[in-house]
């Protein structure tokens, strides 16, 4: 069901509409909409007649009350936008791309113009269409915030092959992030179930029972410590949504400028090298990056694995996390 709109619309039925159906007269007053959209919208109890639930066939009469909160109307497929993309490995069947931070993947509520889709659509002739007319091409996703590899198909039939590969978990997938926090293990398996929040439906949260959870396996290894944070290396194995930031937030070690997961959608340069008198912002998204993908090509079985490389901001901060840790250890001696 489309996304509904916060007003509802209030419509009298005339005379000469007495007898209509409850779909047909509100065809007739918003042509704009098929008939289909609208009997979702009636069967989902958004329109009602006389402040009471009925059925698209519902017979009008002359002075009836008519109510509906109209869903918004289906978007179009993405428009091209040329909009710059780094491409690390194209042929005629698929392309991998390495997605900046702050891109959305498709089309969604808010989010219409400067997404993925759009930028693919401007670039390449041909998409693939599996997965529907928003998604051309597209066949896995990264978080808004996530930069990284992600692979592109250009036809229906590497699209299908690829999916295919996801679903059966053959695919390599590893992400790099900086947490803040120390695990406690140089390198480790998290098997945590996850499901939707109990409380914010936006988030997911590890859910041990009930109808919603399901299972979830990540590994992890330390690349590298620093005085309160942490680099790491992380593969998941199952592909569950927002997997590897509540993972690693189960552990006391949340991904950096991660907003949902650890409060926090900022850093400063004070704050990671520890001259508090330094304001200035140094990261300002989360601080996690998928870092390599590994898969057989869908038409040939050729093994591809094709690598980002990691973005100057994260490693910027590496840098002013690893000179405050060199500060930190000469006033030790």
Same mark, same amino acid.
């Given at each position: ?34 008939? *289909? ?11 009602? *007649? ?22 918004? @109307? ?64 597209? *066949? ?115 991904? @950096? ?60 901060? @590496?840098? @002013? ?13």
């Amino acid at each position: 069901m489309a996304e509904l709109s916060s007003e509802p619309v209030e419509l009298f039925v005339s005379s000469a509409q007495a007898g209509l159906r409850l779909d047909q007269f509100l065809a007739q007053s918003f042509p704009e909409y098929s008939r *289909v959209l609208l009997r979702k919208a009636i069967n989902a109890a958004a329109a009602r *007649v006389d402040g009471q639930r009925t059925k698209a066939a519902h017979h009008l009469k002359a002075g009836d009350r008519v109510t509906i909160a109209l869903p918004e @109307l289906p978007r179009p497929r993405p428009q091209a936008e040329n909009i710059p993309l780094r491409i690390l490995y194209e042929d005629e069947h698929l392309v991998f791309i390495d997605k900046p931070p702050g891109m959305v993947v498709h089309p969604a509520k808010g989010h219409w113009n400067g997404t993925l889709a759009s930028a693919l659509a401007f670039h390449f002739e041909q998409l693939s269409q599996v997965g529907g007319p928003t998604r051309p091409g597209i *066949v896995h996703r990264l978080d808004r915030d996530t930069s990284g590899v992600m692979v592109v198909a250009k036809t229906d039939r590497a699209h299908t092959a690829l999916a295919r590969q996801f679903e059966d978990r053959t695919i390599e997938k590893e992400y790099f992030a900086i947490v803040a926090g120390e695990p406690d293990r140089d390198r480790d398996r998290i098997n945590l179930s996850i499901g939707v929040h109990p409380y914010q439906r936006e988030k997911m949260a590890v859910r041990r029972e009930g109808p919603g959870a399901r299972p979830a396996e990540s590994f992890y290894e330390v690349l590298e410590r620093f005085p309160g944070f942490a680099a790491v290396r992380i593969v998941p194995k199952t592909g569950r949504t927002h997997q590897i930031r509540v993972h690693l937030s189960s552990i006391g070690c949340a991904v @950096l400028c991660d907003a949902q997961y650890s409060g926090r959608n900022r850093m400063t340069r004070g704050e990671l090298t520890g001259d508090v008198s330094d304001q200035t912002v140094a990261l300002a998204r989360q601080a996690l990056h998928a870092r390599r993908l590994a898969l057989r090509h869908p038409i040939s079985g050729e093994r591809l694995e094709i690598e980002a490389p990691l973005p100057d901001d994260l490693q910027a901060v @590496l840098v @002013l996390l690893g000179q405050h840790r060199a500060k930190t250890a000469s006033v030790r001696k």
